[in-house]
């Protein structure tokens, strides 16, 4: 199959540093590539890929200090792919909006995956007038501020299976932070936690523009009177590794509707459990348990931390392993990708946990026979 990958231009493909969506597209486009078909990626030119690159910036727009306005370099990458449209069976787009006005072009084999929260007020009437447009969820629970759209699917994310290495024992003895300095995130809450638990606390993240003044008024005055919590800043994939490997567990307190969690499934290769409060996709993503705790206020997290030994991390890791595979992403896209060629809607992926009751069901019965 020739498949076209339309990833956002912020960042390269894979990302430097933080960059969750930029990532989901290189581990999609590496599988796909090792899978046999031939796929274009249309991304920044710094980009590394082992398929076509179609350059449509010198470097990500996030690293040129000289980009002042993000649109002429977006509306660049949509004549470049308006240019070769004819080349590939399937378009798939990961860059939320400014395509939308053009799928008429690429009618029937054009898809887009929303990788962002959909409860922004603004968007409601956007999707209710592009409601025909064949969309994919990456997890459930994103989907339920939206209008009626057409969902071909759920495929929840997916990590190569060697890019992190199972860890048996969490060396470092800490409890780790890792993503954005945000109010949404509560790196508030991870360091109550720390204190309470009198763990030490590693903080690796990214701090935005946008973010600047609740890093300096909020959390970097917690940092400084808390002498357990250690700050990092952002680190790199390298770093990711003894990161997430050497930690007792990963904190993810957040306080929004996350629609996925990419963190998660990086803690879980590594066979670190997760605790996490019940907000967005957690339930979906996390096995309580099993992968990790699901908490719904300070007083469970703590006491989760004190439960972490009880989680075996060779079941973390295997738990991964089943439902969390670049391959296994990728042949759930495949799905979706033969699904719209065939004018077929609402299909489901194996991997994606069924909600019953507001719960999500991971057994194996109910994903044998998504996978049907």
């Known amino acids: ?6 990833a956002p231009l912020f960042e390269s493909v894979p990302p430097r540093l933080y960059g969750g969506t930029e990532r989901v597209v290189s581990y999609l ?59 590939f069976d399937v378009i798939h787009f990961h860059i ?29 009437p956007f999707y ?18 939206m209008p009626p759209v057409n969902w071909l699917g759920t495929v929840p994310h997916g990590l190569p299976a060697d890019l992190l290495q199972f860890r048996p024992e969490g060396l470092g003895g800490y409890l780790a932070f890792l993503g954005r300095i945000s109010p949404e995130k509560r790196p508030d809450r991870a360091i109550e936690i720390a204190e309470r638990t009198g763990l030490p606390l590693k903080i690796a993240a990214k701090v935005d523009k946008a973010d600047e003044a609740y890093w300096k008024e909020v959390i970097k005055p917690m ?29 993810f307190p957040i306080d929004w509707p996350e629609p996925f ?14 605790i996490a409060f019940r907000a967005g ?37 295997a738990a991964f392993e089943r439902r969390f595979t670049a391959a296994r992403m990728a042949r759930g896209y495949l799905k979706l ?15 994606a946990p069924v909600l019953v009751n507001g719960t999500a069901r991971h057994d194996e019965a109910v994903e044998s026979s998504l996978a049907a």
């Open 223 to 251: 940092v400084a009177r808390s002498p357990r919590t250690e700050f990092l800043g952002e680190i790199n994939e390298t770093e990711k590794q003894q990161f997430l490997g050497d930690a007792l567990a990963l904190l």
């Open 337 to 351: 990708y033969d699904a719209l060629l065939q004018g077929r809607e609402g299909a489901r992926v194996a991997g």
């Open 29 to 87: 486009t590496e599988a796909l590539v090792a899978d046999g078909h031939e796929v274009t990626l249309f991304a920044s030119g710094d980009s590394l890929t082992s398929a076509r690159l179609v350059a449509c910036s010198t470097e990500a727009l996030r690293l040129n200090p000289q980009i002042r306005d993000p649109l002429p370099w977006q509306a660049i990458q949509l004549e470049q792919l308006r240019r070769r449209a004819d080349e």
């Open 261 to 274: 969690g990419l963190v998660m499934i990086e803690a879980m290769a590594c066979g670190t459990p997760c």
């Open 1 to 6: 199959m020739k498949i076209a990958q339309i």
């Open 128 to 145: 209710s007038l592009f409601h025909d447009s064949p969309l994919v969820s990456i997890s459930d629970a994103q989907r339920l501020p």
């Open 281 to 317: 996709s957690v339930a979906e993503v996390l096995e309580d348990g099993a992968s990790g705790f699901i908490v719904e206020s300070m007083e469970e997290a703590v006491r989760a931390v004190g439960q972490i030994a009880d989680l075996p991390r060779a079941g973390v890791r």
């Open 96 to 124: 939320d909006l400014i395509q939308f006005p053009l799928l008429d072009l690429f009618a029937g084999r054009a898809l887009t995956t929303l990788h962002g929260r959909l409860d922004l007020p603004d968007l409601m």
